[in-house]
């Protein structure tokens, strides 16, 4: 299966060949999931998607998706949310904004998931993302999400603490109970129409290292460093077993997750520009005619500004 080259420079790849390229990556069933199956993070899927090809590539991805979005936005009935979860350094903002780069900003939200304040820890977890769900029409982007919840929430148990649950639910079923209702949030929206997509941005741990120093290195990029990152950086283990189990046990054909090569940027955009654009051209998106009276109302109006003085 090569890619075909119709250009000089201009490389396009098939749907065919692009949901190949994605099914390497994509995961919809927890059944025997491993994160090491997933290795090497530096992966690049061979010729498939030669360097040389990739800004090309990208660019014509970006444009396909803002189309792609102006018919979501126009026809109105499908939203689609993006979760974007990764260890530190992994490039999720890098990602998110070059992907969406094309897009008409009015159609895309993005939300970040911080530390929760005050009133976020007097809610349940799922709260702060059911506030930041896309209406329809739009493109939400999860930076961190609920998935957090389980990940860091679990990794350092001091902070479930401070959520303030009654003691009596504390039980030994706690985190198997948040990823069911995590995997039962995603099938009701998938039912009402939510395109969701779950991305895992996987960074080596010898790539996370190097884009650390750098950050260190160079002054315009302190500020993208916290000390916290080292920090969080000492569990590095915990956390891909948290990834793991979370990942098993959400990952549904309806809520797939992407366990996306992320030691090569390049690789990692083009990777998740794809699989938007598979999942928006399976909608089979269309701007409904105008219905009798529609046409009739337009009608009227263009007569009515053609008669002005
Ligand atoms: P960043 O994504 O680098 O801006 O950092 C946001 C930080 O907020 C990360 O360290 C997350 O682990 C943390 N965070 C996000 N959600 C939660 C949560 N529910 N509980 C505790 N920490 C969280
Ligand atoms: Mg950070």
Not at 44 to 66: K, M, S, Y
Not at 84 to 94: H, I, L, P, R, V
């Amino acid at each position: 299966m090569d890619a075909t080259v119709d250009e000089p420079g201009t490389l396009r790849l098939s749907p065919k060949q692009m949901r190949s390229i994605l099914d390497c990556y994509r995961v919809t069933s927890g059944k025997g999931f491993r994160l090491k199956n997933y290795d090497p993070p530096a992966d690049t899927a061979g010729h498939l998607l030669p360097r040389a090809h990739a800004n090309a590539l990208l660019a014509h991805g970006v444009e396909r998706l803002a189309e792609l979005q102006e018919k979501l936005y126009a026809q109105d009935r499908w939203a689609m949310l993006c979760v974007f979860q990764a260890m530190d350094a992994a490039g999720k903002d890098g990602t998110i904004k070059h992907v969406m780069s094309g897009v008409n900003p009015q159609g895309v939200q993005v939300t970040s998931f911080k530390v929760p304040g005050p009133e976020v820890l007097a809610h349940d977890f799922l709260w702060r993302a059911i506030l930041a769900l896309p209406e329809r029409g739009r493109i939400g982007i999860f930076n961190r999400s609920h998935y957090e919840d389980v990940l860091v929430v679990r990794v350092h148990p001091d902070i479930l603490a401070k959520q303030r649950l009654p003691r009596e639910l504390l039980g030994k079923k706690l985190w198997e109970q948040r990823m069911d209702s995590i995997a039962a949030f995603e099938r009701h929206l998938a039912r009402q129409g939510t395109v969701v997509l779950k991305f895992f941005l996987n960074v080596s741990k010898a790539e996370q290292k190097r884009r650390f120093l750098e950050r260190l290195e160079e002054k315009d990029k302190h500020w993208k460093f916290s000390s916290n990152d080292l920090a969080e950086r000492a569990f590095w283990d915990d956390y891909q077993r948290v990834y793991q189990e979370a990942i098993a046990a959400t990952a549904a054909p309806h809520a797939p997750w992407f366990v996306v090569p992320a030691d090569n940027k390049w690789f990692t955009r083009l990777i998740v520009v794809g699989a938007i654009i598979e999942a928006l051209e399976a909608l089979d998106l269309r701007i409904a005619a105008p219905t009798e009276a529609e046409e009739a109302a337009l009608a009227a109006a263009r007569r009515k500004l053609e008669s002005e003085a």
